[in-house]
């Protein structure tokens, strides 16, 4: 069964803050990550998408993933009360399918 | 305005009936998938269609069917089979390369 770990939260950060988001996965051949952060009662938007071993940075938003640890996480500079949502973990599982984390809620404080 | 639409945005259903939602996308893209997501989880897949008239079920497709007669529609019906149907129900389409999936707004289905 091909899974995403991810800890539900609720993870608290003050404003101005690094929010730092983790995520394992458990299939070795997947080739594709995604970030989406969903707002209460909205649908899942997409933050970041990364293929690459290494960082990739898009504004205050870096994912950094490392395939051998079967590891991606998101990184949040500068965090904003507007950023507090859940955010949620996803990889390709095949197909064109999605594998979804149960997401890790992010709260911002001022 | 591109995009994926669904309708409609609130739906009550009595038991034993059963409910069509809609899921419309302009985008010209191939794919499409229906995903259900409950409180304080992930979301789960139910169909999925990578051309028009093909369909494959997904995770949970029980007491679900959906239709692709048409690249922009992709109909999921929640049959009265489907013994616990309340949930927030999510169409994404696939964006070609790069496997990236983008959401439409979800149906909060509720069941009276």
């Known amino acids: 069964q091909k899974e995403v770990e991810q800890n539900s939260g609720p993870l608290s950060v003050p404003e101005g803050a690094i929010a730092s988001l983790n995520c394992t996965y458990s299939d070795r051949g997947s080739q594709s990550f995604f970030w989406y952060r969903q707002y209460s009662g909205k649908s899942p938007e997409l933050i970041m998408s990364?293929?690459?071993?290494g960082d990739k940075e898009d504004g205050r938003f870096t994912a950094q993933l490392n395939k051998a640890s079967q590891y991606v996480s998101l990184l949040i500079r500068d965090s904003q009360p507007s950023d507090s949502a859940t955010y949620l973990c996803?990889?390709?599982?095949?197909?064109?399918?999605?594998?979804f984390g149960a997401g890790t809620r992010l709260a911002v404080h001022p | 305005d591109g995009g994926i639409t669904q309708s409609p945005k609130y739906l009550f259903r009595k038991e034993g009936q059963n409910v069509t939602l809609s899921c419309e996308q302009n985008?010209?893209?191939?794919?499409m998938y229906w995903y259900r997501q409950d409180p304080g989880q992930g979301l789960r897949l139910i169909y999925y269609?990578?051309?028009?008239?093909?369909?494959q079920k997904g995770d949970i497709a029980e007491g679900y069917s959906v239709s692709r007669e048409k690249k922009e529609s992709f109909p999921l019906t929640v049959t009265s089979a489907q013994k616990n149907p309340t949930a927030f129900y999510l169409c994404a389409s696939l964006a070609g390369v790069e496997d990236t999936q983008y959401f439409g707004p979800g149906t909060r289905l509720t069941v009276l």
């Open positions: 269609s990578q051309i028009v008239n093909d369909f």
């Open positions: 990364i293929y690459s071993n």
């Open positions: 985008l010209n893209h191939d794919a």
């Open positions: 996803a990889f390709s599982g095949g197909y064109n399918k999605l594998i």
